[in-house]
Structure formats: structure tokens, C-alpha cells
């Protein structure tokens, strides 16, 4: 199977149908939401790899979507829409969506601009999908064959919820990771309990990695989550 979690956001039932079939045969995981709110809560809750977007839905413009999305998430938009003025093309790429396709589209072309963007995805993550088993950024390398992760040559004493932490964090490296997402991760659940233990974890790692005083690796996003940053 495929690693990669599409989320589809499209409101014609029979649209819908095509992409979700069209990603099961070749074995991407996907989900599904109908409106602007739906994809809103989607992305949040599920950290999703690509979001396919269409443009027209019922409840806000597709454009609001995205200039939502923005806000937090880095996540690769592909655009899907019935409009093919480029007045909307540019609004929606100005927005921040990534690529466009617009209806009615084939589904080689839908698969073919998927992969390019997780090529994408995987360059700007420093994980190809053949990727070294050892992951560097700046001075902080983890090798993941081992379970060891150092600081230059000096070998970092984890504790295993650390050391996972510090693993979600680093494949994901340049993307936010909400709470939600991070303490389903973790501990399989989201709630008071499981946040509160991620900022203990966190401030623990925090101490084991950065320099006092200074987030070189993990910037915080007040109210939404955690990110590791490219050094
Ligand atoms: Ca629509």
C-alpha cells in the first residue's frame, strides 16, 4: 500500500466516486469530505499528505478553503475544478494551492500529477521514498536502523516516547503538526490527558536537543502544534 493519505474534497457525489476508485486501485489511502468545513476539520484532525480540492462547494469558495488551510498547514493542494478561466486558476494558486487540474480531467493525468507532487513532497521532506535509513538536519542526525539519535557525535539518552517524537517530528520535517495529530500518533487518542503529556515529552526532548534558550530544531505554533524545522 501506498504510504501517502489523500483527503478529497469535492460535493459531486458522482466526482467523488471517480478519485476515491481511481486511488483505491492504485492503492492510496484516502479520505472524503463534501464541503469547505468538513475539508477544514479533515485537514486539521488528520493531517492528510496531498489534499485534492475541488472549488465549488456548498457551504464557502474552494479559494477560502485554501487561504484556511495556509494558515497552519503546508500540506500540497491539488486543485480540481470545472472553472477553466485563469482568473481562477491564478486565484486558487495565489491562494497557495499547488497544482491545478481542471475538469473534465483522465485519471492517468489525475495519478500523473499525484506522483510528481509527492516527488515534491519527498524532496522538500528529505525522504525519498527509497530513503537512507539515516535522517540529518544540521547537527541532529537519527538513524533509524539503530533506534539512535545524536547530537554531532554525541549520542542523545531518549526515552522511547521521546525518541518517537522526535522521529514523527523529523518525517514530517517542515510541516506543522497539530496536537491532535501528534498525540494520536503517540498514544492513539487526543485528549486532555495525551496533550498535556506531549508538553512534558516535548520540553524533555526540547532540553536533550536544543541549545538553551534558542528553538533551533522545534518551533511551536501557539494553540496549534509543533514543527521541526530544515537547519
Ligand atoms: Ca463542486
Known sequence: MNNCMILVVEDDTAVRNLI?????MHEYHH???????????????????IVLLDLGLPDMDGVDVIQKIRTWSNVPILIISARNEDTDKIGALDAGADDYLTKPFSVDELLARLRVTQRRLAAT?????????IFTNGDLKIDYVAGCAYIGEEELHLTPLEYKLLCLLAKNVGKVLTHTFITN?????SWDNEVASLRVCMATLRKKIEVPGQAQY????????YRMVRV
Open 185 to 189: 500518533e503517540l498514544w492513539g487518542c
Open 31 to 49: 479520505m472524503t469530505a463534501t464541503t469547505g468545513n468538513e475539508a477544514l476539520l479533515a485537514v486539521s484532525s488528520h493531517n492528510p499528505d
Open 20 to 24: 476515491a476508485t481511481a486511488l483505491e
Open 218 to 225: 522545534i518551533q511551536t505554533h501557539v494553540g496549534i502544534g
Open 125 to 133: 521532506q528529505g525522504m525519498l521514498p527509497s530513503s537512507s535509513q
